[in-house]
């Protein structure tokens, strides 16, 4: 099996020269930056690690998603953004269960021995929207025991063989994590997860807002109980 892994980037220039020395280069076959149209030379500074960057044809992360299926051809693709969230480390747990057999794998924040940014507070509104998305995918779709734990977690790894399973043609540009977790439940593509340690961010704001995504997760929702 071929692994490739695939970096989200928008307008991530100081924070992809911090991460890229910490990523296990050795432990994939190939890696690809899908990149939103940047404006803060991102785009040329891993160009200039000799990494092949590629734009996209649909908006937002749903967007990078498509593009990083139809640009590529490894067999299995892991996702990872360089805004220091992501643990590089993680990317070798990533390969081994991928390696095994799994088809759809989560680096959950939600699970034992996990960490999200939000553990050390008392009101924990993303972390429990969060869980709350998850009790009503796995009551509404979950069988055979396949579950999702973490909904939102953009830290993921797909075979190409599972991803045209979810039959996602136009992902959602905001929320497709969501999107993916459910048509993963309805399609019976099973979910493997391991816990992770969510780390801050190490420069700038994030590019995904709260409100915003809560929203279009809801939208997600809706779209899949009536379709």
Same mark, same amino acid.
């Not at 992360?61 to 990078?64: D, E, K, N, T, Y």
């Not at 990083?68 to 490894?74: H, V």
């Given at each position: 099996m071929k692994v490739a892994l695939v970096i989200f980037t928008r307008n991530e220039r100081k924070n992809s020269e911090l991460i890229y020395s910490k990523i296990p280069r050795n432990l994939v076959d190939a890696i690809y930056v899908i990149d939103g149209n940047s404006n803060d030379g991102t785009s040329e500074f891993w160009k200039s690690k000799r990494i092949k960057v590629f734009g996209q044809k649909y908006k937002g992360?749903?967007?990078?998603y498509e593009s990083?299926?139809?640009?590529?051809?490894?067999d299995a693709l892991i996702f990872f953004h360089p805004d220091g969230n992501m643990d590089p480390k993680d990317i070798n747990k990533f390969v081994k269960l991928l390696k095994k057999g799994h088809e759809f794998i989560?680096?959950?924040r939600m699970i034992k021995r996990a960490y999200n940014e939000e553990d050390d507070q008392i009101l924990k509104p993303r972390k429990w929207f969060n869980q709350g998305l998850a009790i009503i995918a796995n009551i509404i779709w979950g069988r055979n025991g396949n579950k999702c734990t973490d909904t939102t977690q953009g830290y993921r790894a797909f075979t190409r063989n599972a991803w045209k399973k979810l039959k996602i043609n136009i992902p959602n $540009?905001?929320? $497709?994590?969501?999107?993916q977790i459910i048509r993963a439940l309805k399609y019976n593509v099973k979910i493997a997860d391991? $816990?992770?340690?969510?780390?801050?961010?190490?420069?700038g704001e994030t590019t995904m807002p709260s409100f915003k995504t809560g929203r279009e997760n809801l939208k997600v929702l809706w779209n899949e109980l009536i379709s």
């Open positions: 992360v749903g967007g990078a990083a299926f139809r640009s590529t051809k490894e989560v680096a959950s $540009p905001v929320a $497709p994590d969501y999107e391991f $816990p992770t340690k969510e780390g801050k961010r190490i420069h």
